[in-house]
């Protein structure tokens, strides 16, 4: 049974950082592209940032390149996000995911809430 569980989340303050952690299992992690998404109210969920299989590619939205790094670790089955320089606008729920072309291979996890506020 394959599960995403999303963590690290939190409140913080523009221009702080946070670093989310997505853990898999159930399926052969390395296998995979990973990417994470987010979900911000009242909007449809975007693509943030990819990373293929053996994380020796990488891109990025334009709305946080340079600001965040997607990376992550086949050994413990983990993919990560570094956010850095953080704006009230990326403000969401955000998931982890495995991307297809046009949508996402498994079932979504219940995500984490990044709040970016004063």
């Known amino acids: 049974q394959v599960q995403l569980v999303e963590s690290g989340g939190g409140l913080v303050q523009p221009g702080g950082s946070l670093r989310l952690s997505c853990a898999a299992s159930g399926f052969i992690f390395s296998n995979y592209a990973m990417a994470w998404y987010r979900q911000a109210p009242g909007k449809e969920r975007e693509l943030v940032a990819r990373?293929?299989?053996?994380?020796?590619?990488?891109n990025y939205a334009d709305s946080v390149k340079g600001r965040f790094t997607i990376s992550r670790d086949n050994a413990k089955n983990t993919v990560y996000l570094q956010m850095n320089s953080l704006k009230p606008e990326d403000t969401a729920v955000y998931y982890c995911n495995a991307p297809l072309r046009n949508g996402v291979i498994f079932h979504w996890g219940q995500g984490t809430q990044v709040t970016v506020s004063s």
């Open positions: 990373i293929t299989s053996a994380g020796g590619r990488t």
